[in-house]
């Protein structure tokens, strides 16, 4: 079979092949320019480029009656999906935390609950998939993450599409990251070897709270004085007092099981109890319920965000006065801050009630992505 077309010396056009008809659409048409026979043997499918001549045609999805063409040297380069706009190696960023891995690459960006469950041919879900049934399980320790790290990871590379080639850079939390970062059997060389064993040749892991800062930094390049930064987890919560000038870290901690987790069941749950009398929830379930803002029942559903709201408030000040009680037995008069810089998903919960009128106290946008989007900035 052979198609007969007529294309002047610019742009695209669609062909039909059983009428041989220019289309009415695109480009005027032809007054001069190639005129050839193609042999269209098989049908170009979908996504297939086929070149003839200097001609290159594009399948369409079903590779029917319709069939794209474009001259080559009016063909745009193919775009590299392993470089950013400025040429450097694009990273892919993973941000592992006890209720939800935060992934970035390029402009995409997705999060997948930190749920797991093993299937009965031995596979195992991650994410809403393993949320659907009742029994899922949640990661509990530093060596969960490490554990389950790899099976995270490829789920939010397929999502994004990303080349198994493309640099990953991961997030441990800082006391984890900062303990052993240089022992040999620490959490930072076993995760690095864990994903380099999973197809990630390139793999650098930082410590989740300075992701935080680093976004900040770069956004506010101007900034004086020493910065507070609080990375409220669900598990975790990460404090860092760091001077803006020098960029160093003055002094830095994580409190495990402090974070919205602790909120939940000592401050939020006692108080919706009576609403669900017959259920437990897990803790990967209790980070849902507060992000969803209502509860549900049999036909019954609540909207719980006053109580959540409510529960914020509290939580947040009893957080920051130990933060402040640690900074005053570790620093004393050198405890000092101008700014408090505050994110991790569990701020989006105090959005609307922190208040001070002491300090500068700023919420980063998107704050559960944070660190993802600090660790972006690290180049390749
Ligand atoms: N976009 C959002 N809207 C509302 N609530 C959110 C949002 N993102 C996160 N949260 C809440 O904030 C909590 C903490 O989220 P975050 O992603 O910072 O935790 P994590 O990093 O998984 O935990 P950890 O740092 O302890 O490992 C979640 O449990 C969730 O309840
Ligand atoms: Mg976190």
Redesign the pocket.
């Known amino acids: 079979m052979t198609l007969e077309i007529t294309g002047n010396n610019k742009g695209s056009y669609c062909v039909r092949k059983s009428s041989l008809r220019l289309p009415e659409k695109g480009p005027s048409p032809p007054t001069t320019g190639i005129r050839t026979r193609f042999p269209l043997s098989p049908v170009a499918r979908k996504k297939e480029v086929k070149t003839f001549g200097n001609v290159n045609f594009f399948g369409n999805s079903s590779g029917s009656s319709c069939l794209f063409w474009q001259q080559k040297s009016y063909m745009r380069p193919k775009v590299d999906k392993t470089v950013n706009k400025r040429g450097n190696k694009m990273v892919f960023v993973c941000?592992?935390?006890?209720?939800?891995?935060?992934w970035i690459f390029g402009d995409q960006k997705g999060?997948i609950i930190?749920a797991h469950r093993r299937t009965h041919d031995g596979r195992i879900l991650v994410g809403d998939e393993a949320l659907m049934t009742a029994g899922s399980s949640y990661?509990k320790t530093v060596e969960d993450?490490v554990h389950f790290y790899p099976t995270f990871v490829e789920v939010a590379a397929n999502a994004g599409h990303v080349p198994g080639k493309a640099p990953l850079i991961v997030g441990l939390?800082y006391s984890a990251w900062a303990a052993d970062k240089d022992s040999p059997a620490g959490a930072v060389s076993t995760l690095t070897k864990v994903l380099n064993g999973s197809g990630w040749p390139d793999v650098r892991v930082l410590p989740?709270g300075l992701g935080g800062i680093r976004l900040f930094m770069e956004q506010n390049p101007g900034t004086k004085g020493n910065v507070l930064a609080v990375?409220?987890?669900?598990?975790?919560?990460?404090f860092t007092l760091f001077a803006a000038g020098t960029r160093s870290i003055i002094y830095g901690d994580t409190f495990y099981k402090r974070?919205?987790?602790q909120m939940?069941t000592q401050l939020l749950l006692p108080n919706i109890r009576d609403l669900a009398p017959s259920r437990t929830f897990t803790p990967v379930e209790?980070?849902?319920l507060?992000?969803r803002g209502y509860i549900q029942y049999g036909f019954e559903r609540h909207d719980i965000s006053q109580e959540i709201e409510k529960a914020a408030k509290t939580y947040i000040e009893d957080v920051l006065r130990d933060i402040n009680g640690e900074l005053q037995a570790h620093l004393g008069l050198k405890a000092v801050f101008e700014t408090v810089l505050v994110?991790?998903?569990?701020?989006?919960?105090i959005r609307d009630t922190i208040s001070s009128n002491r300090v500068n106290i700023r919420i980063l946008p998107?704050?559960?992505f944070a660190?993802a989007a600090g660790f972006a900035l690290v180049d390749g």
């Open positions: 941000d592992l935390g006890f209720s939800s891995l935060k999060r930190s990661l993450l939390p989740q990375d409220i987890g669900f598990n975790t919560v990460i974070g919205v987790h939940a209790v980070s849902y507060i992000e994110f991790g998903g569990g701020a989006t919960l998107e704050p559960e660190n």
